[in-house]
């Protein structure tokens, strides 16, 4: 078998866009599992089966990589392009699916003992979305209320995901039950 210029065996077509794909779920998983400052560059390549230089060529930097593993779950636009009404609701289905995936809280939480990941994430909570929440919430007091809400759905997320308790668990309708009302509480406000 011929094979074509430049190719190898073993070696496969160059594509960026599976090659940044590929390395951005690696990122988040590990990201998500071990956290940020004990994954390395070099494992995030290995489990996406890439050369550990491309990660800073499609990134930067690990920094890069983080804000962009994070960004890709911090939107609010789903959440708040419907009446206020429903928010509680809204917000709770979007926790449930946040379930499905690799957790952007964990990724965060996880990241805290760096100091120049703990202020990415902060930055990236604080543009991403407490900003667009205060905004769509409008007076009284919207900042503070965006940031009570942002609060709670990080605590909850915290408990439910990263240090489990059993109530939390155990009683898994009524909490979402009191989180959705809590929610809308702060909302109509």
């Known amino acids: 078998m011929k094979e074509k210029s430049g190719e190898t065996p073993t070696s496969r077509p160059r594509n960026s866009a599976m090659t940044t794909e590929a390395i951005l779920r690696a990122a988040q998983r590990l990201f998500a599992a071990k956290g940020y400052t004990t994954t390395g560059v070099r494992e995030i390549a290995a489990e996406a089966g890439v050369n550990s ?3 800073r ?13 994070i960004e890709e779950y911090l939107h609010m636009d789903d959440i708040l392009d419907s009446d206020r009404a429903g928010l509680g609701e809204r917000v709770v289905a979007q926790l449930r699916l946040a379930e499905t995936i690799d957790n952007p809280v964990s990724m965060m939480v ?4 760096d100091p120049a990941a703990r202020m990415l994430c902060s930055d990236l909570v604080h543009e991403r979305v407490i900003l667009p929440l205060a905004e ?10 965006a940031g009570q809400l942002n609060l709670l759905w990080m605590g909850f997320m915290t408990v439910r995901e990263i240090l489990p308790t059993k109530p939390v668990h155990e009683f898994e309708a009524q909490t979402f039950d009191w989180l959705a009302k809590a929610t809308q509480a702060i909302v109509d406000q």
């Not at 769509?136 to 209320?145: H, V, Y």
């Open 53 to 55: 230089a491309l990660v």
């Open 57 to 69: 060529r499609y990134f930067g930097s690990k920094e890069g990589l983080l804000r962009a593993a």
């Open 110 to 113: 996880l990241a805290t003992a």
């Open 136 to 145: 769509w919430l409008g007076p009284p007091d919207a900042m503070a209320r």
